[in-house]
């Protein structure tokens, strides 16, 4: 009898270890995610006029499954939640990673906004003033490869 019961708790203590393991790594994955999404997508126009500060964001792991199951396996949903509102953000990372996406639209109170770049127009993606062609160019580069002081290279050139 007592061996029963130390193999049922020793069961129940690597089960519990697998589960919360599990869970753990999904969290940290997901949080990883957002954390790379955040700075592309802050700053914005439509996140600016909609969202405002972004105080948070969070892997959409429902509405990611049901991208995947429409055929649309490289896009990635997130909730965004700011100082104005929340609302899903969709970014597609085609076939590079999530830090060179193609393109992001906000979907927010029934309506869709480009974020940056250029998303199928089957999304019925409405432009914010400056979000689309400006924006869309490079939105990962960093800002110590896209900052160029003023004047930078004028001087070179002569």
């Known amino acids: 009898m007592k061996v029963v019961v130390i193999v049922i708790i020793a069961l129940v203590v690597l089960l519990s270890c697998c589960v919360g393991g599990g869970y753990t790594l999904y969290y940290f994955g997901t949080s990883m995610a957002g954390e790379i999404v955040k700075p592309q997508i802050e700053g914005t126009p439509a996140i600016n006029e909609y969202i405002g500060t972004i105080s948070e964001v969070e892997f959409d792991f429902g509405q990611t499954s049901i991208e995947a199951q429409g055929g649309n396996d490289t896009r990635l949903a997130f909730q965004v939640m700011g100082s104005k509102g929340s609302g899903l953000v969709i970014v597609d990372q085609g076939n590079q990673d999530l830090s060179k996406p193609i393109w ?3 979907q927010i109170d029934g309506n869709t906004y480009t974020i940056f770049g250029n998303p199928p127009e ?5 432009t914010v003033e400056g979000s689309a062609d400006e924006t869309a160019s490079e939105p990962t580069e960093s800002s110590s490869e896209s900052a160029t002081p003023a004047g930078a290279g004028a001087a070179d050139s002569e």
Do not use: K, P, Y
């Open 122 to 126: 089957e999304l019925g993606a409405q």
């Open 104 to 106: 992001a639209i906000l």
